[in-house]
């Protein structure tokens, strides 16, 4: 079973909808990042948490410590939203470790 | 500020050779760490250089190396390159060591190996 779990791997939704990607690990964490990777493979740090939640635009992050789980949610999303969205978490060793990601897709 | 580069974006090597890739963090950085992205394996952590030490290091075989200088630019080495090796190869670079700090990546280097 691997250390962090995403779901779902893939994502098509339609322009305006509301997204929510799950991300659920099983390590012991210092902090979780959401990171969006687009294609060319530049990567973008989107946000960093510890606890409770964090918005950023249209774009929203919560934590749940106790039951290691956490969700990233688009609100009213948009084509340029495409993308592949990654958790990772902080590992033992100050590594981060990394989920296989989310291809989102956003249909105008 | 500048962002964080990586040189040479592209690269083609054969099996059995070496190769050097850089990275320069942004100005005041001194941690920078390295990741290696594959289609079957997603982003794996290789290691990580803070003030010219390694801190930490992922589970790669020897082959891959790395160094940090003075100015934090960094360095990582695959010395009999596999087919295996080939990869998308990012770094990102943080004010402080530790997994707790936002990271900043470069735009990486694809790694094609023959």
């Known amino acids: 079973k691997n250390e962090v779990e995403q779901s779902p791997q893939n994502l098509t939704a339609q322009e305006g909808e509301f997204i929510t990607i799950n991300c659920s690990y099983s390590v012991g964490i210092s902090a979780l990042h959401w990171l969006q990777q687009h294609p060319g493979g530049g990567i973008v740090s989107l946000f960093m948490l510890s606890s409770g939640k964090k918005k950023h635009g249209r774009l929203i992050a919560t934590i749940n410590i106790q039951e290691k789980h956490s969700s990233l949610h688009i609100t009213a999303s948009h084509p340029r939203d495409s993308a592949v969205y990654i958790c990772a978490v902080g590992g033992s060793q100050g590594n981060l470790i990394f989920g296989k990601g989310t291809k989102l897709s956003v249909k105008p | 500020k500048a962002g964080v580069t990586q040189t040479p974006r592209y690269l083609i090597k054969t099996r059995g050779q070496q190769v050097t890739l850089s990275c320069s963090p942004i100005s005041g950085h001194r941690s920078v760490s390295w990741y290696q992205q594959t289609p079957g394996q997603g982003l794996q952590f290789l290691f990580e250089y803070f003030s010219e030490t390694q801190r930490n290091k992922g589970n790669f075989p020897g082959r891959f190396s790395g160094r940090q200088f003075s100015n934090s630019r960094s360095e990582m080495n695959v010395s009999t390159l596999e087919l295996g090796d080939s990869a998308l190869y990012l770094c990102?670079?943080?004010?402080?060591?530790?997994?707790?700090?936002?990271?900043?990546f470069g735009p990486g280097t694809r790694l094609t190996v023959l």
């Open positions: 990102a670079s943080s004010s402080v060591t530790g997994s707790y700090n936002e990271q900043f």
